[in-house]
């Protein structure tokens, strides 16, 4: 927050204002989607369309929340592995204040490693885990260090720049070190040889014996054990450090504390200044059941325009999935686009009565599934740079059985992939013929929207499980068993009457784009994002390639679906739509019952089957294909500026949205602004 004298603000105002004008006129010309390239990533920025109609105390708690939201940032870094946070300020030192030759080609490896650390939030990539590997040498790194003053480098008390190197360097250098963020490799120890910071010291069966001791099975409301802590042995004694104002992340946390308490002054009613202090009371405690107070005071919470995400949400980052990676995301509703999703949730018990799967497994109620389509105004933490589409939460499946989840699909943020993704060619190289090129160029966008609302508002809510049935019993396969079965609800869904009947979809063809988009993914095109020689570990990822290769399988005898060659390329080609949808309500059944019975043994043979394997000669030929198009197979964002223009009385005045600022320049700007925790935090 910037103070300013009352006339500086009027011509702050104006020209804001003239530029505004003149934006409306334009649309979209003006607006540079593109901020740039590097590595496998593309960065976009993303605008946040309906701002400046919010009136005062709204925009003040957007700019309180964005802030809390950008204190975080530090946590993830941290929880991503133990010296990331010690690298990251070690090389920003150097990018800020090198004088040598900054143009040779060994510190222009320097700078896009480091571009690639705060893409990724880290030293491993955001998506495949494995570690970087830097264009530069060991030794070119120690001159760079001992060419700065010293007083710019991270260092611990009395340590001298050799001590500094010599713990850091392997962490960068030697493969053997840390080589992956999260592994999930069938039959390996996944704690001891995964380098995320959530364990230390601890075995894989040490960990799930502490929490299954924990458990108890009678409780039917569970807290989420060990979601908000590392788990630490010290003098052979296995304990939690939970990250509180207090514990572990405690600078950081405070400083996200004070402006969620700026926040709760301007909340725009009373159910939401209760969320907003019971997530307080929780950072403060540490304590899981407010958590799951607060869970249930945001599930409940619908009619505020403004909502936020703020916490340890997701578990993908922890390979037993239990600890959560610190993220933020602030939104505002996007009213018009939310009338698409509401016509979906109205009718989610009509969804679930029909859905292809065991009657038994089936909700007889369908609760709560609210569905929006919000606009960010700000992406943090885990969502940040790169950020999901749709988000469903909570993750606790008590809380979503009696008070049901809040769905959304951003907006804003698909619109900017969307619009920098037309006509770059992709197509062109990947799909069969023009049939499909001319299907999904019309319907494609609305259809691949429409899947996202469905996968979110509907699929992740349905069904139960049986009773007893322990929710965490398919282990490390449940996140990509849960991914499938949201997919496969809304994939069968896609091509049913009731959707043109509903005005979702303008023809019963249009499903056709999206089943077509979905299975040339998942067999062929996903695999740009995987490099030769991998496998495939991303739950996501998982799914999509499990789905498509069993329906692939089951139809081939039909020829439903075929890889087919065509001079010298491999193409997906549909030659049955309709048997493809029975395929998809099949395996929805399949995987719906092992989800609801809880059942290890068969979610393990399906995705080790299915899921994981890549086929080595159509990989590499896919990412031939791929390189030559030149283009990033992963997309991340810049966020826009907030500031808030404040009278002499301290008050705020307005708060101002830019969205100017570059890749480099903004991550600067973080680490110096939003940047409280020490480099290592035990
Ligand atoms: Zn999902």
Redesign the pocket.
Known sequence: MRKRNLLLIFVVLSFVLAGCNKKNNTDDQNFNYAVEKFADLQILRYKVPGFENLDLKQKELVYYLSQAALEGRDILFDQNGKYNLRIRRMLEAIYENYQGDRNSDEFKQLELYLKRIWFANGIHHHYGCEKFIPGFSPEYLKTLILNIDTINLPLKKGESVSELCSEVFPVIFDPNVMPKRVNQVDGADLVLTSACNYYDGITQDEAEAFYAQLKDPNDKTPVSHGLNSRLVKENGIIKEKVWKVGGLYSPAIEKIVYWLRKAEGVAENEKQKEVISNLIAYYESGDLSKFDEYVISWVNDTDSHIDFVNGFTESYGDPLGMKASWESLVNFKDLEATKRTQTISDNAQWFEDNSPIDDKFKKSEVKGVTAKVITAAILAGDLYPATAI?I?LPNANWIRAEHGSKSVTIGNITDAYNKASHGNGFGDEFIYSEEEKALIDQYGDLTGDLHTDL??CL??GSGKLLDGVDPDALKAYGATI??AR??LFGLYYMADPKLVELGLLPSQDAYKAEYYNFLMNGLMTQLVRIEQGNIIEES?MRNRQLIARWVLEKGADDKIVELKQKDGKTYVVVNDYVKVRELFGQLLSEIQAIKSTGDHAAAREIVENYAVKVDPQLHEEILERYKKLNLAPYKGFVNPIYEAIVDDNGEITDVLVTYNEGYAEQMLRYSKEYSSLPSINE
């Open positions: 749709g469903n996968h979110e699929g992740h849960e991914e949201a997919d996501h």
